[in-house]
């Protein structure tokens, strides 16, 4: 989000591709985010590589653009980068289940030992995971605010869901993303962030008032956009949007937003960008 960038949004005509529903089963929401939770632990944090064979679908599609489609492609790459790494615990951080989509937002350790932030999606049909899009940042040293990419507030304590809350939180998000990325219209910040907006992009101060000093900057004689969400998800106080981001070299970037959103206000914020590599073994790379 917090980038000088090309952004499209569409404040009541926005689209999402893939996670537009009609009806809501939270008790199969609830499932769905339990299998996704149970697989990525087993697989990334036990090593377990049978977790692939037990919760992929056969037609796995991945749009990770350093691994192609399929179980087979998946277990030949952890068999081998696995090794001998030791077992850990995922460390899950904003979780949330819309529909049949499975949203996480982790905090990771790469093999170099560097951290990183992630965040998944994942498709969920028939109690098998058939679709997977991922987003990574690594997490920089030195950040403008004291809390970069995470702090000690995610996961909060379970409440009961309010879809109709849910809903509402999502269309206050993207009307606010409309009107600042895309419209260029600075009272946005005033209008739907608290004063004591906690801000986790490691380039920007927390405070709504950083937040309007620097997209002042970035915004300096760009032109109004619509905003596009890939997918979209709410669950309890949390709005995830997915989206790509074309900039002004053509350059594609897929990025995750995360908002905290209490008493009709955005109370905190965080993101992870990926820049899309030029050359993917994927055929569907990001998107």
Avoid: C
Wanted: no cysteine.
């Amino acid at each position: 989000m917090m980038k000088k960038i090309a952004l499209i949004i569409a404040v009541f005509a926005f689209s999402f591709s893939a996670n537009a529903q009609t009806k809501r089963n939270l008790k199969q929401e609830e499932a769905n985010k339990k299998l996704v939770m149970t697989f990525y632990q087993k697989l990334i944090g036990d090593k377990d590589v049978s977790a692939i064979d037990q919760y992929l679908s056969p037609n796995y599609i991945t749009h990770n653009p350093q691994m192609q489609n399929g179980r087979e492609a998946l277990k030949n790459a952890f068999n081998k980068d696995f090794g001998n790494a030791p077992k850990i615990k995922v460390d899950f951080r904003n979780v949330a289940a819309d529909g049949n989509f499975v949203f996480l937002h982790m905090k990771m350790q790469n093999p170099a030992g560097k951290y990183e932030a992630v965040a998944d999606i994942f498709k969920v049909e028939n109690n098998k995971i058939v679709e997977m899009w991922d987003v990574i940042q690594e997490i920089p040293e030195k950040a403008a605010n004291l809390h970069p990419m995470f702090s000690g507030t995610e996961r909060p304590e379970k409440t009961k869901r309010n879809l109709k809350q849910e809903e509402a939180n999502k269309k206050l998000v993207m009307t606010f993303y409309q009107q600042l990325f895309g419209d260029k219209d600075f009272t946005a910040i005033d209008k739907y962030l608290s004063q004591d907006y906690i801000q986790h992009n490691p380039d920007v101060a927390d405070g709504s008032a950083a937040l309007k000093t620097a997209t002042k900057i970035w915004f300096e004689g760009a032109p109004k956009e619509k905003i596009i969400a890939e997918h979209l998800a709410a669950e309890g106080d949390l709005v995830f949007i997915h989206k790509k981001e074309v900039g002004a070299d053509g350059k594609i970037s897929a990025i995750m937003d995360i908002f905290r959103v209490k008493n009709k206000k955005i109370i905190e914020h965080w993101d992870v960008i990926q820049k899309a590599p030029e050359h993917s073994v994927n055929p569907k790379p990001m998107f």
